[in-house]
């Protein structure tokens, strides 16, 4: 069995007569063979297979608990996948710019094929949070559209939207569910004018994790947004979950 390893970090004096966080003095052993296995991953190419559990046991002299570990993290991160019965190296995560534009512009930005899955398309009283989000009174119907976004045909997020029926029920004659609803919401003359967005991380729903093909371990950032016009009216409210190892998102800030 190997021996537990130390991970209780110690404080310094500073030359100031301050005290300084001073990093322990052994890691845990999976940390390490994470490091190692990050440094052969990166000699490697997309799709390329990474080394067994067995062969990497052996070549870092531990268990392979350890390096189970170690892959368990970096498969979390996005760094590698499972394929068959084996692991392979992933392609970079998706980067999403946060922005007005949408989904599909965003993915086609980065050379990516959008894509969509419809989960369920219906319209449902507003509850108390999706009344106050569209300035709508509780129980007033609104549309609810529920789809699965791909990029490259892979499952990366679970996107609910809610819609005031009144102001877009033309819809439900002309808009096809898997392309852009930005496009579409647009082309019925209404204009994105800015939007509030909150992300967090949270984990999967038995049912989430089945529609995301991801398991309930599996950490997600879930993203609250809400949009309005140019006037300043609302058009949406959105809750999307995105897998944390397949997409990252950036804001690009200034003065």
């Given at each position: 069995?190997?021996?537990?390893?130390?991970?209780?970090?110690?404080?310094?004096?500073?030359?100031?007569?301050?005290?300084?966080?001073?990093?322990?003095?052994?890691?845990?052993?999976?940390?390490?063979?994470?490091?190692?296995?990050?440094?052969?991953?990166?000699?490697?190419?997309?799709?390329?297979?990474?080394?067994?559990?067995?062969?990497?046991?052996?070549?870092?002299?531990?268990?392979?608990?350890?390096?189970?570990?170690?892959?368990?993290?970096?498969?979390?991160?996005?760094?590698?996948?499972?394929?068959?019965?084996?692991?392979?190296?992933?392609?970079?995560?998706?980067?999403?710019?946060?922005?007005?534009?949408?989904?599909?512009?965003?993915?086609?930005?980065?050379?990516?094929?959008?894509?969509?899955?419809?989960?369920?398309?219906?319209?449902?009283?507003?509850?108390?949070d999706t009344a106050r989000d569209l300035g709508l009174p509780v129980g007033t119907p609104v549309m609810h559209l529920e789809r699965v976004l791909l990029a490259d045909g892979e499952r990366i997020g679970l996107e609910s939207t809610f819609l005031p029926l009144a102001r877009f029920a033309g819809l439900r004659d002309s808009y096809d569910p898997t392309t852009s609803l930005y496009a579409a919401v647009r082309a019925s003359g209404v204009e994105f004018g800015a939007a509030t967005e909150r992300i967090e991380t949270?984990?999967?729903?038995?049912?989430?994790?089945?529609?995301?093909?991801?398991?309930?371990?599996?950490?997600?950032?879930?993203?609250?947004?809400?949009?309005?016009?140019?006037?300043?009216?609302?058009?949406?409210?959105?809750?999307?979950?995105?897998?944390?190892?397949?997409?990252?998102?950036?804001?690009?800030?200034?003065?």
């Open positions: 069995m190997e021996a537990t390893e130390v991970t209780r970090g110690r404080r310094g004096e500073t030359s100031s007569g301050g005290t300084e966080l001073v990093l322990p003095e052994r890691l845990p052993k999976s940390y390490r063979v994470r490091t190692e296995l990050e440094g052969i991953i990166d000699e490697l190419a997309e799709g390329d297979p990474v080394p067994s559990e067995r062969e990497l046991a052996v070549r870092f002299e531990v268990a392979r608990e350890t390096v189970r570990q170690a892959l368990r993290d970096l498969l979390v991160e996005g760094r590698i996948r499972r394929q068959g019965r084996g692991t392979v190296v992933s392609r970079p995560k998706m980067v999403q710019p946060l922005s007005l534009r949408s989904y599909t512009e965003g993915a086609l930005s980065l050379g990516r094929v959008p894509g969509r899955i419809l989960v369920g398309w219906e319209d449902v009283p507003a509850d108390a949270v984990l999967a729903s038995p049912r989430e994790a089945a529609l995301l093909e991801c398991t309930t371990a599996l950490p997600l950032l879930l993203l609250h947004r809400r949009s309005v016009d140019e006037e300043g009216a609302p058009i949406e409210r959105v809750r999307a979950l995105y897998r944390g190892d397949r997409i990252a998102f950036e804001a690009r800030l200034s003065k």
